[in-house]
């Protein structure tokens, strides 16, 4: 069975920018997680999505926006990219909210 | 606040010899626990979780966790180390009904043949 994907793999963005991160969850998956992890740092929430509606928000500035579509799969937006939002997007699927299976992420650089 | 501890950032052990990985977590009731791993630039692997129930459990690759209560504690352990275990190792904690996991600064494991 495929795992979670996410798109792009890698991508490098200047500062003030905006950029949309995608994913797809496992098949049956109806949960969506993103974590931000900075280097040398575990993954930090950012948002989970259920049946498309948010469940839960971490503590990030508004810039950082999601959405969930009705094939499950997510998209992640980040606005007016800072330095400091360079870091490895990961995704995560659930089928019950308790266990998440993380997709490979996705590497931005800010520059 | 709830919060995760591995208090050791790097841990260097010879093939062939045990492994021990701490994790402490701070939560009033009893969390849902996790450990994964992470090899360099990917993504995170689920090694083994615990809701309830027996207190030790096994995992993939050979791992096990033994939650401990009393210590609030989850420590990862496995018998004989292989060179491929050398990788990144998380302890998470999803207090249950909130959604999101709350991870660890992880511990980086170096192997030596």
């Known amino acids: 069975d495929a795992g979670v994907t996410q798109s792009p793999t890698h991508l490098i963005k200047t500062r003030g920018q905006q950029v949309t991160l995608r994913c797809s969850p496992i098949?049956?998956?109806?949960?969506v997680s993103w974590y931000q992890q900075v280097l040398g740092q575990g993954p930090q929430f950012i948002f989970q999505y259920y049946e498309k509606e948010e469940r839960g928000r971490g503590n990030f500035p508004d810039r950082f926006s999601a959405r969930q579509f009705p094939n499950y799969s997510s998209e992640l937006n980040v606005n007016a990219l800072l330095l400091g939002d360079s870091a490895l997007y990961l995704c995560a699927s659930s089928p019950n909210s308790y266990e998440q299976y993380f997709g490979p992420g996705t590497r931005l650089t800010v520059t | 606040a709830q919060s995760v501890t591995q208090p050791d950032i790097h841990i260097t052990v010879s093939e062939g010899a045990s492994l021990e990985l701490r994790c402490n977590y701070s939560y009033g009731a009893t969390p849902y626990l996790f450990w994964y791993v992470q090899s360099p630039g990917q993504g995170l692997q689920l090694l083994l979780k615990?809701?309830?129930?027996?207190?030790l459990v096994q995992g993939i690759k050979g791992f096990e966790a033994e939650f401990k209560r009393s210590q609030s504690s989850f420590n990862l352990r496995k018998p004989s180390v292989h060179w491929s275990d050398a990788a990144e190792y998380f302890c998470?904690?999803?207090?249950?009904?909130?959604?999101?996991?709350?991870f660890g600064t992880g511990t980086r494991l170096k192997v030596l043949a």
């Open positions: 998470a904690v999803d207090s249950s009904g909130t959604y999101k996991y709350i």
């Open positions: 615990y809701f309830s129930g027996d207190t």
């Open positions: 098949s049956g998956h109806k949960s």
